[in-house]
């Protein structure tokens, strides 16, 4: 396991500016930060970012893209992060898809989303989790049959972000069954709008709607739009995962939160208080130098699954803690409608942190991960 040690170069710190002078002329005074996923669907604000070519940077300039480094990339995700800006249009496909097509799609896959993904105009969820898939993705049970030209999907996702506001999801799903249940899963570039597909709202606690259940009910998915190869769905499903983890959004969550409690309250903090965010500070700076040198290490072509599951870990624990030390020291009421930023932020962190170690792959599993690859590396 490497993390080596590494540094914004002068241009790196030059696009930081750029993103954060567009940021600043862009979101109004009284913004409210959206918490890690938590930014809004807003797609003026996704096609806007395109035309500075801050969506799918890392897509190559023959398909639209900018062509840019994992750590250019990291750059400006960081800042969109930090300050809770609506990325969650094309979150998914820029950080996830774009990728995978890449990787696995066909030339005619590539051509067709790439360049729609870049412009911030054609927007993915992840069709992964199932009532009894989640953890154990190897299990799923949405089964593909095939038909002339094509294949037919029976079976319910859940969980399934955003998709009741998105154009597709890549759907893994069983299209033999297989005595090695690893074999026999196969990737699917499914239409959130095909006919025979039922999107159906599950409300967070706070009533907000980000999740659905999916069901599929006899879809149609054309021939062209099985993504990579049949029965190699879960090859490609695992380094798929890897592009899900490790980068800014998993110990950036809360950074508003934090913000709004030395905004708003620094003048009159007093020692436990100054304690606390000293402690939060640092420890997201050390947090934050792991993840910026596993996006140095993709620049320079590794695969650092092992640390990118690692940071997660930690990150996503630094973001539960930082919600709990901040109600501690805050002394506060929880309070939706409350006055201040602050109270309102604290109120659905309060409520949205436990999700933090879940989505992308619970703290177990990918503790799990981890030592399976450390073994590995050992014998
Ligand atoms: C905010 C959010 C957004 C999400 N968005 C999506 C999405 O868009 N698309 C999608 O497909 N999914 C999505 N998910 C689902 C998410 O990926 C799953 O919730 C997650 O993988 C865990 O699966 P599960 O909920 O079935 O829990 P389970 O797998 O049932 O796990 C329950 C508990 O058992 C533990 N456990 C399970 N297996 C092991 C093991 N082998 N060893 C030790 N402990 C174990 C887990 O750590 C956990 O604590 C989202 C989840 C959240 C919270």
Request: proline residues 5%.
């Amino acid at each position: 396991m490497i993390f080596a040690p590494t540094e914004l170069t002068p241009a790196e710190e030059r696009l930081r500016r750029d993103v954060r002078e567009f940021l600043a002329a862009e979101l109004p005074p009284d913004f409210r930060p959206g918490l890690g996923l938590g930014g809004r669907h807003d797609p003026e604000f996704s096609r806007k970012l395109a035309a500075h070519g801050w969506v799918g940077m890392a897509i190559p300039t023959e398909y639209g893209g900018g062509g840019a480094t994992p750590v250019e990339r990291f750059v400006v995700v960081e800042e969109l992060l930090a300050a809770g800006a609506p990325i969650l249009a094309h979150w998914v496909a820029e950080r996830q898809t774009a990728p995978t097509l890449l990787a696995f799609g066909t030339q005619e896959q590539r051509e067709w989303f790439l360049p729609r993904i870049a412009a911030g105009e054609c927007w993915f969820s992840l069709g992964m989790s199932e009532p009894d898939a989640g953890s154990d993705l190897a299990s799923v049970r949405t089964a593909a049959t095939k038909v002339d030209g094509g294949w037919l999907v029976n079976g319910t996702k859940i969980w399934t972000s955003a998709a009741h506001l998105n154009h597709f999801f890549v759907v893994l799903c069983r299209t033999s069954p297989a005595e090695d249940r690893h074999h026999g899963l196969s990737q699917l570039i499914v239409d959130l709008h095909a006919p025979g597909l039922k999107v159906s709202p599950i409300h967070y606690l706070d009533g907000g709607h980000h999740f659905n259940e999916v069901v599929f009910d006899d879809v149609f998915v054309p021939d062209d739009r099985v993504l990579g190869e049949v029965g190699a769905g879960w090859h490609q499903v695992t380094s798929e995962l890897a592009y899900e983890r490790s980068g800014p959004d998993r110990y950036l969550s809360v950074f508003g939160l934090l913000k709004a409690f030395v905004t708003e309250f620094g003048e009159s903090f007093d020692d436990a208080q100054r304690a606390a965010v000293g402690r939060a500070s640092a420890k997201l700076w050390t947090i934050r130098q792991l993840s910026l040198a596993v996006a140095r290490s993709l620049e320079r072509g590794a695969a650092p699954a092992v640390e990118a599951a690692l940071v997660k870990d930690i990150g996503t624990l630094y973001e539960q803690e930082v919600v709990e030390v901040l109600r501690h020291v805050a002394g506060q009421e929880i309070d939706p409608g409350g006055a201040r930023m602050f109270e309102r932020l604290l109120a659905e962190a309060v409520q949205t942190a436990p999700a933090f170690t879940l989505r992308g792959g619970t703290t177990e599993v990918l503790r799990s991960i981890a030592a399976k690859g450390l073994t590995g590396a050992r014998r």
